[in-house]
C-alpha cells in the first residue's frame, strides 16, 4: 500500500459522507475510507485536525500556453493548482494560437502529462475567436476537449451562440459563456460607479454583463439547451440566473473568490492587480454574489485564474485585465463564507470539487472506496498572509495580497502521488 492518511476530517459530499476517517491509497485508487484502518503503508500520514477532501476542480484558467509562457506555462500553472489543493484544471483557450484544433488541443495535453494536476482543454465556440464560424466540436471533442468558450471575449451574434449551444450539446461539451456586450464596455476599465467617476476613468457598465447573461437564460431556455455562464458578478445576473433555473432553463454559473470578497474600494488604489474582466463590482454585489454561492444559485467556484507579468501590470490604466487564484481560491472561500458561518464544507466540497467535474463530465470529486485518489488536504484554522512573491505562479498579480486567509493547503495527492506538501 502506497499511502495512509490517518485520522482526518474527511468532507466526501458526493457520498454525502463527513467525519473522521483513515484514507488507504494505492496505485492512484482510494482502498478503503474508514475510522481505524489496521493495515499500514510506505507512507503514513497523520492527518488530525486536518481536513481532507476530494482535489479541488478549477474549470476557469488561462495558463497562457501555447504562445505566452513568460505569463504562466503548463508546468507552472499546474504548480500553482497544487499548491492551492487543485487537481484538476480546465484550460480557457485564448492562447497564442487560439485552441481551435485537434492540433493545439494535443500540444496541451503533450505538456501536460509530466504536470501536476490533470489538465483538461476548452476549445473555442468559434474559430479564431472571431464569433463568426463555428468551431469542428466533433473534432475537439475527441482530441480531449471538456468544453468551448471564447472566454475573453463574448460571442455577440446570438445566432452563431444559439446554434453553437445546439451543435456543442450534441458532441458532448457544454458551451461557457462569457457575457459581456462591448459595445456598453467601449473602453471601461473598472466597475462603472462612484469609484470610477472619483478616480475619473472609464466605467464597464454592470448592463453589460446583465443583458448578455439575460440573452443566454433565454436561449438556453427556449432551445433546451444547457449554457454554463462564466465569472459571475453582479446582483442582476444572480437573480436572473435564479430566476432561469427556476423556470427550467439548464442553466449553470460560476463565480470567483474575488467577486463574493472584494469591491471596486480596492480600485481606489489605483493597482492595476484589482483589475480584471468582469470587474469588481459594489459592496451590495459582493453580498448577492455571495448569498448565490451560499444558496445552491452558483454552481462552481473557480479562480478565472489570469496571469500577467509585472511590467503588463505597472500601468494601472492600460494593464490587460486578469488576476492569479489558484494558491488562494480554497483560503479565500473558506476566509469569507466557511468562517463566517455562511456557507458548509460540504457545500464548499459541492461548489470546488463535485460540481466542476459535473458539468464537464470528467472523472473524481469523491472520496469512496475505488475512487482516484487525487486529494487535498488543508488546515481550516491555520492563518497566512498572501505574500505575492511565495506565489508558485511565474505571474504575482494577486488581488488578495498582504490580505491574511484563514485556511491553508498542506498537502496535495493526484493520482495517489504526493504533488504539494507545505512545509
Ligand atoms: O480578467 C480577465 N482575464 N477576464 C477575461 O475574460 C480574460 C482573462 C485573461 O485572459 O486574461
Ligand atoms: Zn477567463
Known amino acids: 500500500m502506497d499511502i495512509l ?27 478503503k475510507r474508514e475510522p481505524n484502518i489496521a493495515e499500514t503503508a510506505d507512507k503514513v500520514i497523520d492527518c488530525a485536525g486536518k481536513t481532507i477532501i476530494p482535489g479541488i476542480c478549477d474549470m476557469h484558467v488561462h495558463f497562457r500556453d501555447p504562445g505566452q509562457t513568460h505569463k504562466e506555462d503548463i508546468i507552472t500553472g499546474c ?11 480546465a484550460c480557457m483557450p485564448n492562447t497564442v494560437p487560439v485552441v481551435d484544433n485537434a492540433e493545439t488541443v494535443k500540444y496541451i495535453l503533450d505538456k501536460a502529462k509530466g504536470a501536476k494536476a490533470r489538465v483538461y482543454p476548452i476549445g473555442c465556440i468559434t474559430k479564431g475567436q472571431k464569433g463568426e464560424e463555428l468551431c469542428d466540436y466533433a473534432e475537439l471533442k475527441a482530441a480531449g476537449c471538456v468544453a468551448v468558450s471564447d472566454d475573453g471575449k463574448p460571442v ?21 459563456s462569457h457575457c459581456e456586450d462591448p459595445n456598453i464596455i467601449a473602453g ?3 466597475n462603472s460607479g462612484e469609484v470610477s467617476k472619483e478616480l475619473g476613468v472609464k466605467g464597464m457598465h454592470r448592463i453589460s454583463e446583465d443583458i448578455s447573461t439575460a440573452r443566454e437564460i433565454v436561449m438556453a431556455g427556449d ?3 444547457p449554457i454554463h455562464i462564466a465569472h459571475v458578478s453582479t446582483a442582476t445576473s444572480m437573480l436572473l440566473i435564479r430566476l432561469g433555473t427556476r423556470y427550467g432553463a439548464m442553466v449553470t454559473s460560476e463565480t470567483a473568490p474575488h467577486y463574493f470578497m472584494l469591491s471596486d474600494e480596492k480600485l481606489r488604489l489605483r493597482d492595476a492587480d484589482y ?8 459592496a451590495d454585489d459582493v453580498a448577492a454574489i455571495a448569498e448565490g454561492v451560499c444558496d445552491g444559485t452558483i454552481d462552481c467556484i473557480v479562480t478565472d485564474h489570469a496571469p500577467h507579468a509585472p511590467e503588463e501590470k505597472a500601468d494601472f490604466e492600460k494593464a490587460p485585465n486578469g488576476v492569479v487564484g489558484l494558491e488562494t481560491s480554497l483560503a479565500a472561500t473558506l476566509t469569507a463564507l466557511y468562517h463566517n458561518d455562511k456557507i458548509t464544507l460540504k457545500r464548499i466540497v459541492r461548489l470546488m470539487c463535485v460540481n466542476p467535474r459535473k458539468i464537464l463530465g470528467i472523472a473524481g470529486g469523491a472520496l469512496g472506496a475505488g475512487d482516484i485518489a487525487d486529494i487535498a488536504i488543508f488546515d481550516a484554522n491555520e492563518e497566512w498572509t498572501v505574500d505575492p512573491e511565495k506565489l508558485h505562479s511565474k505571474s504575482k498579480n494577486t488581488c488578495f495580497k498582504g490580505m491574511t486567509l484563514k485556511g491553508k493547503v498542506k498537502m496535495t495527492i493526484v493520482d495517489g502521488k504526493i504533488v504539494y506538501e507545505d512545509k
Do not use: C, Q, S, W
Not at 476530517?9 to 485508487?29: H, M, R, S, W
Not at 504548480?79 to 484544471?89: C, I, K, L, P, Q
Not at 455577440?156 to 461557457?176: D, P, Q, S, T
Open 156 to 176: 455577440l451574434n446570438a445566432r452563431i451562440m444559439a446554434k453553437a449551444m445546439v451543435k456543442a450539446h450534441y458532441a458532448g461539451l457544454r458551451v461557457i
Open 275 to 282: 483589475r480584471m474582466n468582469p470587474p469588481l463590482r459594489t
Open 188 to 190: 471601461g476599465i473598472i
Open 5 to 31: 492518511l490517518k485520522n482526518g476530517y474527511v468532507v466526501d459530499a458526493a457520498n454525502d459522507f463527513e467525519g473522521i476517517a483513515d484514507i488507504l491509497v494505492d496505485k492512484g485508487k482510494i482502498i
Open 79 to 89: 504548480e500553482a493548482a497544487a499548491a492551492g489543493g487543485v487537481t484538476a484544471v
Open 223 to 225: 432551445l433546451e439547451m
